[in-house]
């Protein structure tokens, strides 16, 4: 199981996919919401549709209930957060499945989006790792622990840069922070590799322009 695109998915998803956009453009959220989940629970690694659910999640404006609102997601979702973290080593699409359970009732919920982000990096889904720590990063910036597990998923999506900049905030806010430290090496190697490799010319080059 592989992260895939829309145009990858069979005919009968792609109609639903459509449809969700359409329903988000006309304001129809919940619906756009329902034929998210369903598309998801059949292809979970679509990562264009985890965003279109996750907008109109958002714009729907669903877990922003006020303070016991709140409390009551954090009690409802408990277990799934249990579950979730307990099967990310052996049954990491267990652990993306309980992570949506609790973005469902909160898409903004903190450890819903890190429990995302690390079942997907389990999984090797590179970019909807990205994406679910970029979420955790709009409302917690602060958060050290998150900047550098998001500059680890940009690394291993081949964006050294972007992983750099993430350690570089790491360690603006704590400068000997062990694991923002390890990234920016880590990081560094890989633009270095990547500089060697533009500058050897040959078939790197023409790969480039091709």
Excluded at 69 to 97: I, Q, R
């Amino acid at each position: 199981m592989s992260e895939q695109t829309v145009a990858s998915l069979e005919p009968r998803w792609q109609k639903l996919v459509e449809s969700a956009r359409t329903a988000f453009e006309r304001g129809n959220y919940d619906y756009a919401i329902e034929l998210s989940r369903e598309v998801l629970a059949a292809a979970p690694g679509c990562l264009p549709v985890r965003k279109l659910q996750r907008a109109a999640q958002l714009k729907r404006g669903s877990g922003g209930g006020g303070f016991f609102a709140k409390a009551l997601s954090v009690v409802s979702t408990a277990p799934f957060l249990v579950s979730g973290n307990s099967s990310l080593a052996t049954a990491p699409a267990k652990a993306l499945a309980s992570a949506q359970k609790i973005l469902d009732a909160d898409p903004r919920s903190a450890p819903g989006l890190r429990l995302l982000g690390r079942a997907a990096s389990a999984l090797g889904w590179h970019e909807t790792a990205v994406f679910a720590f970029e979420a955790l990063r709009e409302s917690a910036p602060d958060d050290l622990a998150n900047l550098v597990a998001l500059g680890r998923a940009h690394l291993s999506a081949r964006r050294a840069e972007a992983a750099m900049r993430c350690a570089e905030a790491a360690l603006a806010r704590e400068s000997i922070d062990a694991a923002a430290q390890a990234l920016l090496k880590d990081a560094s190697v890989a633009q270095t590799m990547k500089a060697g490799q533009w500058e050897a010319g040959g078939d790197f080059r023409a790969k480039v322009k091709s």
